[in-house]
């Protein structure tokens, strides 16, 4: 966990160590943040990223090492754009007192090395993998690959590689197909994909806009959240929807 300089910076913490309301905490980190909000924060607890104390009455409480947490992931999500389950693998690291190397900060910059190292940290989506590569990682064979191909679920792109989600769709595929589900049958489910990454895509089309370069990449920050909590929200309406259908 950052607790000294391994990024999350100073001014955030609490001399005292006492314990801060979530409110105590925004105030704290809006000097620095301008644009955090509550919201924001328990967006972050959420996911894993940080987890303060609850009183009996249910309210969060943030030690000094919460809100130095929060600052680390805030800042890394603004200097280098990485997406939160790095920034998790990150702060995992620091938990077991690694330093991991962050990539360069977005416009360049001369304290950071371009290349070597910090390329494993690169999002996953920039990665590509060959056709025999994907049908290595999920276990499929080419006619299965083209059934996936056919329905719209998987695709190459234009250099004829695919990124890592299509290495997660194919296996999530092959692990569905297990139980019956056959490409065919998922056509629906690529559908309401595709419904839900258009809304997105309106909600951060005013970003994506803009001429600063930092606040079109924030729109991809902004994105990859909205998908997150998009995919939190599906899979309680579905767990939902399945207990009212079996009981």
């Known amino acids: 966990m950052p607790r000294t300089s391994g990024g999350a910076g100073d001014g955030t913490a609490t ?8 409110g105590a905490v925004l105030g704290q ?34 030690a000094e090492v919460d809100v130095l947490r929060l600052a680390y992931v805030l800042r890394v999500q603004r200097d280098h754009y990485l997406p939160l389950r790095v920034i998790k693998e990150h702060l995992e690291s620091l938990d077991r007192g690694e330093q991991p190397t962050l990539p360069a900060r977005v416009g360049g910059g001369q304290d950071q090395p371009q290349g070597g190292p910090e390329d494993a940290l690169r999002a996953p989506e920039e990665l590509r993998v060959g056709r025999e590569e994907l ?66 895509e309106q909600l951060v089309a005013p970003l994506r806009r803009h001429r600063n370069p930092q606040t079109r990449r924030h729109a991809e920050v902004t994105a990859e959240e909205l998908a997150e909590l998009s995919v939190r929200l599906h899979a309680a309406m579905l767990r939902s929807a399945l207990r009212l259908r079996l009981r």
């Open 29 to 62: 980190l809006r000097d620095e943040f301008p644009e955090v909000t509550i919201s924001k924060i328990r967006f972050l607890e959420a996911e894993g990223l940080v987890e303060p104390q609850r009183t009996p009455s249910g309210y969060r409480k943030f």
């Open 15 to 22: 001399p005292d160590g006492a314990l801060l309301s979530i």
């Open 135 to 200: 049908l290595a990682a999920t276990g499929a064979d080419a006619v299965e690959l083209d059934q996936w191909e056919s329905y719209g679920l998987v695709g190459a792109g234009g250099d004829g590689g695919y990124d890592a989600e299509a290495v997660v769709i194919g296996r999530l595929i092959a692990d569905l197909g297990r139980y019956g589900l056959e490409p065919r049958h998922l056509r629906a489910v690529k559908a309401a994909a595709d419904r839900e990454a258009g809304l997105v």
